[in-house]
């Protein structure tokens, strides 16, 4: 069973930024594809940005394109969602998921094997 523990989060103002860590509990970490996700309070659950486990292709949203950057380090078990100039339609929980094995999709929850346990993400104006 993977466990996957988030840290960062907060409570910042538009503009400012933050960034989010997902550590795995696995070592077999290195060979997940990963994303973030995130759920606005009376929203369904959106797509942010993917990464395959090697990094060699990664997608980020249109909404979020430029401002946010997905990494992450194997070495480490941690996935990062780098976020900048944070904006208050970015409110939102912010989950990381575990793909065990890439079949081609990735923007659907559904597509995920293992969650973390959400962190919140505020932005006043």
């Known amino acids: 069973q993977v466990q996957l523990v988030q840290s960062g989060g907060g409570l910042v103002q538009a503009g400012d930024s933050l960034r989010l860590s997902c550590a795995a509990s696995e070592h077999t970490f290195s060979t997940y594809a990963m994303s973030w996700f995130r759920q606005a309070p009376g929203k369904e659950r959106e797509f942010v940005s993917f990464?395959?486990?090697?990094?060699?292709?990664?997608d980020v949203e249109d909404s979020v394109k430029g401002r946010f950057s997905i990494s992450r380090d194997n070495a480490k078990n941690t996935l990062y969602l780098q976020m900048y100039s944070l904006k208050p339609e970015d409110t939102a929980v912010y989950y990381c998921?575990?793909?065990?094995?890439?079949?081609?999709?990735?923007?659907?929850?559904?597509?995920?094997?293992?969650w973390g346990q959400g962190t919140q993400v505020s932005v006043s104006s």
């Open positions: 998921a575990a793909m065990l094995a890439w079949g081609g999709h990735y923007r659907d929850p559904s597509d995920y094997d293992y």
């Open positions: 990464m395959t486990w090697t990094g060699g292709f990664t």
